[in-house]
């Protein structure tokens, strides 16, 4: 093993090219260098293709200096979408040795294993494949609508449900009611946020930057979540009606902002038109009778009290989503839900639980979107690397170009956390960034739903305030908890730093409500607490509006080309570039550098000398600074970056 060194990095064009994802049929061309006294007995890759036939392909030598030995082989990605897996396979002196993906499958430099290792991944999509560029330009706003603002004059509280608990302070905690023997939720809390509240609050929203509001279900439901849907036609009475869901559309669209609905489509409530368990319908619902038309919606073990439900929570029946008649009213009928509510003004869908999802049905989805809409973008619940994302057995195909324009981007966020929280180093985070960069097609890199806040995990201030694990805690422990003084100036800071990568790194910044004024709270309910309105954090709000203000001013922080600059330690730099007046996909922008440092380190300082000469040689503008002029001196830039501060630099 001494006597040798193998070589590729398919983060290198040189070793990989192209990099990256490709379209179907497109010329692949890999090497792998080996430095040894003399050549290789024979050096071969070793692939895997969508249909799972391995083909080995012996590779020539191309190149010779002093020791180093270049192999190459040319192959064509298949001619249908999928994933292309390959490594390669050494044989030195009777001995076989193997180059693979590294253990962390990040992509990148490998390693040599004696025995089998891991494959690098090569996604393969459909020619032609895109996504709309309006959204590439976009920021994401969501609002979990009773928590968000209550549009009545005096405060009263529209429709108000039986069996549940209305409180009568906003700023009240929020907290579930279960019975102590069942552990089952006994009645649901409300706060009377509704859709006239968003109506009255989209001047801040556009005053805040934002282009796109990603609603959680606004439709009929028990609960105040919405994921237990009792009426896809009908926007729940506590919230408005569907005039008002109209009303809301039009004049957001005025204003630039488009409304994206959260899709429930894996399972009903049982209290629902549809399951109706409860009887509280007319319709005859399947639980009823199995002479009901949504009897075919679902799947009955023991008719009617045993039906298989989503993770075993009986109040949420599964359906059948290869049923036909559910498939017609979801997704073909003229007035189907997904037509429906965009001829009403939506410009697109969240798909909840999207793996749990049949990928024909995804695809029906996209393609009545495309027909109503060609400007409309579907987005999936997806939280893991969604190019290789593996459901119940079979390999997903959300970015092939049929499904998903967009998914949920979770393993950023979590990147992200690893880096601030001093998890990972710099290094590793480039590392697991490229991965991302490496596996996703360019155009859906460029779309994902960037976020660090949701409904579903605890707020952002909380855990970079270095809270306690919330298993460690009690719910009233949880329910109860505020960040001390100097655990909160920490958070603000390393959540400044984070909003610094989200507003000027590809993809689509997304902003859960609340989160822009420094809102806290563990995981559900507490990270679904009312909005803060009086209460804001405005040197944070502020920060956010200063850099989405940034973003929507230069073009090259939202498609120009992303390269990582310096990884080393507690510091992690990146480029921005558009070159020759044209952006990455080829649209016509204005051309610019720009360069964005964080240093995520509490006491420490670095002065670093940035090799900048391939981009800008003059001078740069520090703009979290005063705008001061840095010079370019000797093709360098130099800075000195404090602890936990963060600098965006760009020519003029």
């Keep these: 093993m001494n006597q040798f060194d193998i070589y590729h990095d398919s983060h290198n064009i040189y070793y990989r090219q192209p990099f990256g994802a490709v379209t179907c049929r497109q010329r692949i061309i890999l090497r792998l260098e080996i430095e040894s006294i003399r050549a290789a007995d024979q050096v071969l890759l070793r692939m895997w293709k969508n249909d799972s036939r391995e083909e080995k392909v012996n590779m020539l030598v191309t190149h010779v200096i002093g020791r180093k030995r270049v192999y190459q082989v040319e192959i064509i990605a298949p001619s249908q979408p999928g994933l292309l897996w390959y490594f390669f396979i050494i044989k030195f002196n009777g001995q076989t040795y193997y180059y693979g993906n590294n253990q962390q499958n990040y992509g990148g430099v490998g390693k040599i294993y004696q025995i089998e290792p891991p494959s690098y991944q090569v996604t393969v999509y459909k020619e032609q494949s895109t996504t709309p560029n309006w959204f590439k330009d976009a920021i994401i706003y969501q609002i979990f609508v009773d928590r968000f603002f209550n549009g009545n004059e005096e405060g009263q509280l529209l429709n108000p449900k039986s069996h549940c608990y209305l409180y009568k302070n906003w700023h009240d905690k929020p907290y579930y009611r279960n019975d102590p023997t069942t552990g089952k939720i006994v009645c649901y809390d409300f706060f009377g946020g509704n859709l006239l509240g968003v109506i009255k609050k989209l001047p801040y929203l556009k005053e805040l930057g934002i282009n796109v509001i990603y609603f959680n279900p606004i439709f009929e439901a028990p609960s105040n979540h919405k994921y237990d849907t009792a009426d896809y036609k009908k926007i729940d009475p506590m919230y408005g009606d569907n005039n008002t869901f109209h009303e809301l559309c039009c004049q957001a669209k005025q204003l ?25 319908y007319p319709d005859l619902g399947a639980y009823q009778s199995q002479k009901s038309p949504y009897y075919p919606w679902y799947i009955f073990k023991n008719y009617p009290d045993e039906y ?148 579903d995990v605890p707020r952002i201030l909380t855990l970079l305030g270095e809270a306690p694990p919330e298993n460690q805690l009690s719910p009233e422990q949880r329910k109860c908890f505020i960040l001390a003084n100097e655990q909160e100036k920490l958070a603000i800071a390393r959540l400044k730093l984070l909003v610094l990568f989200q507003m000027t790194f590809p993809g689509v910044p997304a902003i859960y409500y609340g989160d822009e004024v420094g809102m806290q709270g563990y995981g559900d309910p507490y990270c679904r607490a009312t909005y803060p309105w009086g209460q804001e954090n405005l040197e944070l709000l502020n920060w956010y509006k200063m850099l989405i203000s940034y973003r929507h001013r230069y073009d090259l922080l939202k498609t120009g080309e992303w390269t990582t600059l310096y990884a080393h330690q507690d510091v992690y730099a990146y480029l921005r570039i558009i070159k020759n007046g044209r952006d990455i996909f080829g649209q016509s922008k204005k051309s610019g550098v720009a360069v964005v440092v964080l240093n995520r380190s509490k006491n420490r300082e670095y002065h670093l000398s940035l090799e900048v000469r391939n981009w800008c040689q003059k001078s740069l503008i520090d703009l979290l600074d005063n705008n001061k002029e840095v010079p370019i001196k000797a093709g360098k830039l130099d800075v000195l970056i404090k602890p936990l501060q963060g600098k965006l630099f760009i020519d003029h």
């Design 256 to 280: 630039g902002i488009a409304i994206i609905l959260d899709g429930v489509f894996s399972h009903t409530g049982s209290n629902s038109r549809y399951f109706n368990k409860e009887g509280q």
């Design 308 to 455: 298989q439900c989503w993770w075993g929570i009986d109040t949420l029946p599964n359906v059948n989503e290869m049923e036909p008649s559910y498939q017609n009213f979801i997704i073909y009928d003229q007035d189907s839900v997904i037509r429906y509510w965009m001829k009403l003004g939506a410009k697109g869908w969240r798909l909840d639980v999207a793996d749990e999802l049949p990928e024909q049905f995804i695809k029906g989805i996209k393609q009545v979107m495309q027909q109503t809409d060609p400007e409309s973008i579907l987005i999936g619940e997806v939280w893991e690397d969604a190019s290789r994302k593996i459901s119940y057995g079979k390999m997903r195909h959300y970015l092939l170009g049929d499904e998903l324009d967009s998914v949920m981007n979770y393993p950023l966020r979590n990147i992200l956390l690893n880096y601030l929280l001093g998890l990972h180093d710099a290094h590793q985070t480039h590392r697991a960034l490229m991965s991302l960069y490496e596996n996703y097609p360019k155009h859906h890199f460029y779309s994902n739903m960037n976020l660090v806040g949701t409904h």
